[in-house]
């Protein structure tokens, strides 16, 4: 296992530290008990100018934003830079590591959410190819034709099905 400069500092100020815990107590190194975070989150909801909008949330609810977002960023990092024909066993397979799911099957709801959460938020600021932009033109024009009358609904719609087909 390589040890970060965070894990390294924890271990050097508590070398007899006896546990491997994600969360623990600062000044003393003990692990914090699950009460800490969930009065944690309590308290920083009910303090907060949201607390209404945000009463329904947990300590857990934190954790499931987290792992959605990184899954959406992982896919956005894919889409971006390379082709994968299976781009989502990798964003699963990659943030799966960073949360200590057991199994990329348990991610498969984050990658859902995550999906949705790309679309509502980088929808018209995606790059689109020249592939794409060529046959939405194609679209366009014969809606166009329709339109203007120089083609019948029948044909119209021949062609778009044929122009759809072929992406």
Known sequence: MVLTDRHHGITQQWPNMDHDELFINVTNGKPLKGSYLKNYT????????YAQKLAHLNN???????????????LRNYNSGAIFSNILRVAMSAVRKLTLHASNSTMEQYVHLAQLYN???TLGTEKVSSLVRTEIAKLKRIVQRYESNKVSSEDALANLTKVINGI
């Open 42 to 49: 309590l308290n920083v909801i009910k303090n907060s100018r």
């Open 60 to 74: 857990h609810s934190f954790r499931h934003r987290y792992i959605t977002l990184n899954v959406a960023k992982t």
């Open 119 to 121: 679309q509502k938020f």
